[in-house]
């Protein structure tokens, strides 16, 4: 059996982590970007092709299928990945610092961002977390808003506002903290870098890529035809999929962050719902 340099099967599982995270699959030539991402990092696809193969299977989190690099766990849960693979569409994917892929690497999540110091001070001095807790909760939230709730915008606000209330009971919990956490959380959730948008943050995608299209080819999770923009929608007194409950005077915060708002009906509450 042939040996392969360490260091360079470890480089490659690194990157196919960032793979199975943002991507679930991408062509290989837009994965040799992602290697190269690492200064004087080289490699054919040949040696490529016979480095990943050579991983067990057990420790492999991605296959490399014709010319696309595939994650594994595809195959687990289609039905899950095959809508996010949709909404993916035609858009670009986003190629990553090597920092980036070494922060996700060590520390499991992508918080790096200005959007998530200005949550975690906003906790420290306003909600009186520690650091070390207030830390432990924006990872808890990033996992929340890319890993399980997906291309869920109110999910996650919902479980931040229940993490909120439940550490800030001896808190002067006026409006203006609750509007100050709702505007950080959209701030936060524009500035995640998403699945759904092929590892691109809301925040930065080129204009071209901000609705879904068509799914190229025959890989696996494909859905022919086009959908709608997912455009989150704000309804007043809806009774579909209630998942938020924020008073009324939180809409200035959600109408500055250019979601649709629908304020026509009697609640004193709005609820946070997509269409």
């Not at 998530?116 to 990033?142: A, G, P």
């Not at 950080?184 to 901000?210: F, K, Q």
Request: with cysteine.
């Amino acid at each position: 059996m042939k040996l392969y340099d360490e260091d360079k099967v470890q480089w490659i599982q690194t990157c196919f982590l960032f793979v199975q995270i943002f991507y679930l699959r991408v062509p290989l030539e837009v994965f040799m970007k992602v290697l190269e991402r690492r200064s004087g990092f080289r490699i054919s696809e040949e040696e490529l092709r016979d480095i990943s193969a050579s991983i067990p299977s057990d420790l492999r989190i991605c296959e490399i299928i014709e010319d696309y690099v595939v994650a594994s766990e595809i195959y687990q849960d289609p039905d899950f990945y095959r809508e996010i693979l949709y909404l993916q569409g035609d858009r670009d994917y986003y190629i990553p610092t090597y920092d980036e892929i070494m922060e996700l690497a060590e520390n499991g999540c992508l918080i790096h961002k200005k959007a998530y110091e200005e949550l975690s001070d906003f906790l420290i001095r306003k909600v009186h977390m520690e650091e070390k807790q207030s830390k432990s909760l924006l990872t808890d939230l990033w996992e929340m808003i890319v890993l399980v709730f997906a291309n869920d915008l109110q999910g996650p606000l919902q479980w931040l506002l229940d993490q909120i209330d439940q550490i800030a009971l001896h808190v002067n919990r006026d409006d203006g903290l609750l509007q100050e956490a709702i505007d950080l959380y959209m701030t936060v959730y524009n500035s995640t870098n998403m699945p759904c948008n092929r590892g691109y943050a809301a925040v930065d995608m080129p204009r071209r890529a901000l609705r879904p299209g068509n799914a190229p080819g025959n890989m696996p999770g494909n859905a022919p035809g086009n959908v709608s923009g997912n455009v989150p929608v704000i309804m007043a007194g809806s009774r579909r999929g209630v998942k938020a409950r924020l008073p009324k005077e939180g809409a200035p915060g959600i109408r500055k962050m250019s979601f649709e708002l629908d304020l026509d009906g009697d609640s004193d509450e709005f609820l946070l719902e997509t269409q």
